[in-house]
């Protein structure tokens, strides 16, 4: 293995596991490819069901929260310290550092987070950022004695809205638990396949390229995305449905064999099992564990517990999960019962459901699933007597977790930042006019901008 790896993090919108290897009715070749040259983890949860959060955590291997990251960048939220990024802390250890594609942490200068170079393009769709990250790819093989380079590629897809298909591509389509077989959840299903199909051609040019380059042995390619698909009750939703990720790492190392991996894993885990692989120190941040111990063999498993976290996304939701392997507790920190809809994207599923009255339908305070029994998590459980001493420790360990954390749940409702923008909850969509944080605390209704979420 060479001293230092180059690292290609190549990274999607809203995919979750609906990828092949996960063992979906899904063609993504590219994907189920570099499942089988590498490592496959199938318990792998995101620190957030939610865009900006999730890949800040990912990204300063942290809670969301601790990185001041506590909704969507481009509404008005941003890294608490820049400096935390992966690619501050890879830069001074000799890294070329380079972004193609969406980054969705901030809206400030991309040097701030620790990017030599960002890539100039039309727009973060694959047609775009796969070309172009093939190119970068060549000309850091042509400059290899510069030190080896962190290349982050960031797709769009598989973000709503999906591609336009043709109305008999649902016919033999699944559509996702938890929602029944009928031609909208069908069609609209397949919308999302046609998008994954396009993912997964960008990741192949991308893998193709670096092959090209001759860079595949001493390269550390780390492929996940950000949380759950775009889905009712999936996506900015602390269930399996909305924090479960595909994490797929091939490189030198040990992550390769086409090995599976069972083991409770969470993405804060990425930024020390990089810093392990790569023979650095550990930031006095940093609140995952190396991932190193399992693909050495040295043991089974790294966490007992995982935590997912939601504050904003286009509307305050906030909650806070833990999940170990048996059990999921999730608790609610206001007073609404109903579903936020601006938190959920825009679509023929969402439709479906909002006509069979599910912004009706009352959402519990706290949640405990049995993931043996229940692994759709469709049964809370919470009430039961004989679970009580389940539920206290659960309480127990979130409590523990979000003050060793610094959670700012614990003092109270968060507070918009000023200038920073949200949806009403009681929105009907997050395309509604915003709520802007004024310098007096105040909330001015202010046309809506922006569609992307």
């Not at 991932?291 to 509307?315: C, K, R, W």
């Not at 507790?329 to 599910?358: H, K």
């Amino acid at each position: 293995m060479p001293d230092r790896p180059n690292i290609l993090y190549i990274h999607s919108h809203d995919t979750g596991r609906y990828v092949q290897p996960y063992g979906f009715a899904l063609e993504t070749p590219n994907i189920q490819r570099l499942a089988e040259e590498g490592v496959l983890f199938r318990q792998a949860f995101t620190t957030a069901p939610t865009c900006s959060p999730s890949r800040a955590g990912m990204l300063t291997g942290q809670a969301p929260h601790s990185a001041g990251m506590l909704g969507l960048a481009h509404r008005g939220f941003e890294l608490k310290e820049p400096g935390q990024h992966l690619a501050a802390v890879l830069r001074p250890n000799g890294y070329r550092t380079h972004l193609c594609g969406v980054q969705h942490v901030t809206t400030k200068d991309v040097r701030a987070t620790g990017y030599d170079h960002a890539a100039q393009l039309a727009d973060q769709m694959v047609a775009s950022v796969a070309p172009a990250a093939a190119r970068t790819i060549a000309e850091l093989a042509a400059h290899s004695d510069d030190g080896p380079f962190f290349l982050d590629v960031r797709f769009v897809e598989t973000h709503r809205p999906f591609p336009p298909v043709d109305p008999a591509a649902g016919r033999y389509v699944r559509p996702p638990a938890p929602f029944p077989d009928t031609p909208e959840t069908r069609h609209d299903m397949a919308a999302y396949h046609a998008s994954v199909r396009e993912l997964d051609r960008g990741i192949g040019v991308v893998l193709d390229a670096l092959e090209d380059a001759g860079l595949t042995d001493s390269t550390l390619v780390i492929n996940t995305t950000d949380h759950g698909i775009a889905f009712p009750a999936m996506k900015c939703n602390l269930t399996d449905h909305g924090t479960g990720v595909m994490l797929i790492m091939r490189g030198p190392g040990g992550f390769e064999g086409g090995q599976v991996i069972d083991a409770l894993v969470s993405q804060v885990d990425i930024f020390p099992t990089v810093c392990d692989l790569i023979g650095i120190g550990h930031p006095a941040w940093l609140q995952g564990t190396s991932l190193m111990p399992l693909i050495e063999g040295a043991t089974d498993e790294v966490n007992d517990q995982a935590f997912s976290e939601v504050t904003y996304h286009a509307a305050y939701e906030p909650q806070r999960m833990v999940r170990t392997t048996r059990w999921t507790y999730i608790r609610r920190f206001d007073s609404r019962s109903l579903p936020v809809l601006p938190n959920c994207d825009d679509g023929a599923t969402r439709d479906f459901w909002l006509e069979q009255g599910w912004d009706d339908r009352p959402i519990d305070r706290e949640q405990l699933y049995d993931n043996l029994f229940d692994n759709v998590q469709a049964r809370n459980v919470i009430a039961d007597p004989e679970l009580a001493s389940t539920v206290e420790d659960l309480r127990g360990r979130l409590d523990r977790w979000m003050s060793a954390t610094g959670d700012p749940l614990l003092d109270g409702p968060v507070p918009l930042p000023v200038g920073a923008a949200a949806n009403d909850p009681t929105d009907r969509s997050f395309l509604d006019d915003f709520l802007v944080a004024q310098p007096d605390g105040s909330l001015l209704r202010t046309p809506n901008p922006r569609t992307l979420r």
